[in-house]
């Protein structure tokens, strides 16, 4: 990605005097500002979405990785192999544009293109070695403005990169993160009549992020804290994109409009802590995997294994032939190889074992989370409305909160879960005030499927959908992702 940016051109705000921004409601006459990227409204699958973003405390999946960095190593109860992954794909879309105070502004209006226009975008992917994880995530959101067809919009892409390491301790009872956040605005146009798009400008850079989870085994406690700093990108330019004499970016769109595009975005830096609890199933099982727990029979398998190497070698040194040189040998490969199958067959025991025990956990269970989003103040920011209306909205003046609570209840165990929430959503303009949103969600088991051979065969996928309805706004998601634990029965077999 960096090698196609080599030839941009970088040039500072300080080297032209762009116009100041107007009052607002006025019209945006210059680039003089910065795109305030603050999200009120939750904007992720639909587990998050439905507990009203009441998640950094839980984080298990990549569901978490938005909300809390040391996600990506947290162990939920069902995961009990050495190395395990998780993968999902997140959509979010606004149910309508006509009308609506999408961004809490305090004006309703009609932004003329259709929902599929404003698309975001959550793919991701955990992975997990014994108590160190991975994770990546991308939250993407696409909007096209200056015109009611895509082919002709222009587009305003605003990907946000998430990296995370993090490691638990304790048998995954404290878990700690750190992060990296990759922020990027780009303008794409129409090129030609072909309908190839080309890249007009970019403004990016990065931020810190770091979390904690704390799940004492045994209690139905959890506690999460998450800190993320604040971003503000440099601007970089395109040779066919370069400030006009009064240092605004001006585009032109299908409709022939001006366009003025910010000098650079900005996230704010935010605190969000947080707990859950749970009544019913268990919400901290002490975490182990199945080879820990056949920890005396690993500890027999060395002890034998080095004796042996011992007695196999004290034995060939005593050897008087090639011919009893090759039957000593014979004899201790066989001796290790019957070892090996001891081992092997208490391993297939013990994941057997804790499949039952998985097995017996799936039942009803209420699940009640709480957090507290506190979000900082952008200097010179407007909304992202004002980029898409091109009228001045002055956004993040200062730092507001956003309390959250959210319910889980497993209604049918092995088939259905859901949930409900409340949270509000503080306002960044001067304009308007806050609003209390309402959410929805649950996940229903789906059949299994091996993916064309490429999934274990008995792998139950889940379909999960989440909503977001408040005062002049609705949002709805949608998720497919694997259903846990898997088993309805006990199995006789662990490849059942």
């Known amino acids: 990605m960096l090698g196609a940016f080599a030839g941009l051109l970088s040039i500072s705000r300080e080297g032209h005097a762009a116009g100041e921004l107007g009052p607002d409601g006025s019209p945006l006459r210059t680039s003089n500002y910065t795109l305030d990227l603050y999200q009120g409204p939750v904007f992720a699958g639909p587990t998050v979405t439905g507990l009203a973003g009441a998640y950094v405390a839980i984080s298990e999946g990549i569901d978490g990785d938005l909300q809390n960095p ?12 050495y190395f395990d992954y998780w993968l999902g794909f997140g959509l979010t879309f606004p149910a309508s544009l006509e009308g609506v105070d999408f961004f809490n502004s305090g004006s309703a209006i009609n932004l003329g293109n259709s929902p599929s226009s404003f698309v975001f975008v959550s793919p991701a992917i955990n992975l997990q070695w014994g108590e160190l994880g991975v994770g990546a995530t991308i939250e993407a959101q696409n909007y096209d403005i200056g015109g009611t067809n895509r082919e002709t919009a222009i587009s305003v892409t605003i990907p946000t990169t998430h990296l995370q390491f993090a490691h638990g301790l304790a048998n995954n009872q ?12 780009s303008v794409v146009q129409k090129a030609d009549t072909l309908g190839e798009r080309s890249r007009l400008f970019e403004s990016r850079d990065s931020g810190l992020e770091v979390g904690a989870v704390y799940k004492p085994a045994g209690l139905p406690l959890r506690l999460g804290l998450a800190f993320r700093s604040a971003i503000r990108t440099e601007a970089q330019y395109d040779e066919d994109l370069l400030p006009n004499p009064e240092g605004d970016l001006i585009v032109t769109s299908p409709t022939g409009a001006d366009l003025y595009v910010p000098e650079s975005v900005a996230l704010p830096w ?19 995997t199945s080879s820990q727990m056949i920890e005396r029979e690993q500890l027999v398998y060395r002890l034998r294994r080095l004796d042996r190497a011992r007695e196999r070698q004290e034995a060939l040194r005593r050897a008087r032939s090639d011919a009893e040189r090759r039957e000593l040998e ?16 208490a391993l297939h025991a013990a994941r057997l074992q804790r499949e039952g025990e998985l097995t017996r956990l799936n039942r009803f269970y209420v699940q009640i989370a709480g957090s507290m989003l506190i979000s900082g103040a952008v200097t010179d920011g407007v909304g992202v409305e004002s980029l898409l209306s091109q009228r001045v909205h002055r956004s993040g003046e200062r730092a507001v909160v956003s309390p959250r609570l959210g319910l889980e209840v497993a209604v049918v165990p092995e088939w259905l879960k859901l949930r409900g929430g409340s949270y509000l959503e503080p306002t960044r303009f001067e304009t308007s005030t806050p609003r209390v949103h309402g959410t929805f969600g649950l996940d229903v088991r789906l059949l299994p499927w091996d993916v064309l051979g490429l999934w274990p065969a008995d792998y139950l996928w889940k379909l999960g959908l989440g909503a977001d309805v408040a005062s002049q706004y609705n949002t709805w998601g949608i998720t497919i992702g694997g259903w846990y634990p898997r088993h309805r029965k006990p199995p006789t077999s662990i490849d059942q």
């Open 70 to 81: 040391a996600t990506p190593a947290v162990r939920p109860f069902y995961s009990y192999t």
């Open 174 to 185: 404290l878990v700690l993160g750190v992060g990296a956040r990759l922020l990027s605005m």
């Open 330 to 345: 014979r004899r201790f490969d066989d001796e290790q190889q019957a070892d090996d199958r001891l081992l092997a067959r």
């Open 270 to 288: 935010d605190v969000n802590f947080g707990f859950a609890v749970q009544f019913g199933r268990p919400l901290n099982e002490r975490w182990r």
